[in-house]
């Protein structure tokens, strides 16, 4: 009887052990992708937010650099062609100086050409503030809310990065 058993024990025993293995593999298999697929949605969630950061800055800073610069210029007859340059280059390095290194590096890797696309982007929202014929104080007015929002947002993301690196670690 304890022969049968113990024959019966070693052939079940290697079978166990195979199925066991077997299962192993697949439920880290099953992590892994799920792994995978939430950083997708974070990876996601996190360009989407960076891209909607990126275009807000550049309503402030066409904004700003309009309200500061552009509108002095005008009303004394001095907006020339060198001062529209100018003016550009101001607007460029307040968006640079509003999103800061991290975000412009995860847009350019986003757009491909950062700098592309900020050009376009602000040549677009000039066109568009002269289109709707928006005065300065009310972009202002606006920018200052769109900018506390995204400040906002921007520590909410920092926090949340900063929770998943000490997570992963």
Same mark, same amino acid.
């Given at each position: 009887?304890?022969?049968?058993?113990?024959?019966?024990?070693?052939?079940?025993?290697? /079978?166990?052990?195979?199925?066991?293995?077997?299962?192993?593999?697949?439920?880290?298999?099953?992590?892994? !992708?799920? *792994?995978?697929?939430?950083?997708?949605?974070?990876?996601?969630?996190?360009?989407?937010?960076?891209?909607?950061?990126?275009?807000?800055?550049?309503? !402030?800073?066409?904004?700003?650099?309009?309200?500061?610069?552009?509108?002095?210029?005008?009303?004394?007859?001095?907006?020339?062609?060198?001062?529209?340059?100018?003016?550009?280059?101001?607007?460029?390095?307040?968006?640079?100086?509003?999103?800061?290194?991290?975000? /412009?590096?995860?847009?350019?890797?986003?757009? $491909?050409?950062?700098?592309?696309?900020?050009?376009?982007?602000?040549? !677009?929202?000039?066109?568009?503030?002269? /289109? *709707? $014929? *928006?005065?300065?104080?009310?972009?202002?007015?606006?920018?200052?809310?769109?900018?506390?929002?995204?400040?906002?947002?921007? /520590?909410? !993301?920092?926090?949340?990065?900063?929770?998943? *690196?000490?997570?992963?670690?």
């Amino acid at each position: 009887m304890n022969d049968i058993l113990t024959q019966l024990a070693d052939a079940i025993v290697p /079978v166990l052990c195979l199925l066991i293995a077997a299962g192993g593999a697949y439920l880290v298999a099953l992590i892994h !992708q799920q *792994t995978a697929q939430i950083e997708k949605e974070i990876d996601n969630e996190t360009a989407s937010k960076y891209m909607e950061m990126a275009a807000e800055a550049v309503v !402030q800073a066409v904004t700003y650099t309009a309200q500061t610069f552009v509108d002095t210029l005008k009303s004394s007859g001095g907006f020339t062609k060198e001062k529209q340059q100018e003016a550009y280059e101001k607007a460029k390095d307040k968006v640079l100086e509003i999103l800061g290194d991290t975000i /412009v590096a995860a847009l350019g890797e986003i757009y $491909g050409d950062f700098n592309a696309w900020l050009e376009t982007k602000i040549e !677009q929202t000039c066109r568009e503030l002269k /289109v *709707t $014929g *928006t005065d300065a104080t009310t972009t202002a007015t606006t920018a200052a809310s769109v900018a506390a929002t995204i400040a906002s947002t921007a /520590v909410q !993301q920092i926090t949340a990065e900063s929770s998943a *690196t000490t997570v992963t670690e």
